[in-house]
């Protein structure tokens, strides 16, 4: 399985951003897709993470209620709706993959996921 991040920019306190992750190869519709983040000087971090259906998504709690993680299945991509953003939220976002099962209590330890993405640029000025 090859993953594909992109979308990231430089964008204004308050602004909006749309994270993009294409996937390909493997069988790709059930397998379980997160976001993490990892800014300057600080450890990665599994922001959200979605069902292979889509059916259950979680959201550490730094971005819940601000970003929206989806998924189009027929086009094998995954999204991250970022609004409300925050100086804290600059970092670099990376896509990473596995198939299940996986506990989703697990989700943001970065070792469970044997599929990355290179990481998109994210910077939030103020």
Known sequence: VQLQASGGGLVQAGGSLRLSCAA???TLDYIF????????????EGISCISGSGGSRYYADSVNGRFTISRDNDKNMVYLQMNSLKPEDTAAYYCAADYPPINYRDY??????????????????S
């Not at 976001?35 to 000087?41: D, N, S, Y």
């Not at 943001?108 to 000025?125: A, L, M, P």
């Open 33 to 44: 897709i997160a976001w993490f983040r990892q800014a300057p000087g600080k450890e990665r």
């Open 24 to 26: 390909s190869g493997g």
């Open 108 to 125: 943001q330890r970065e070792e469970i996921y044997d599929y990355w993405g290179q990481g998109t640029q994210v910077t939030v000025s």
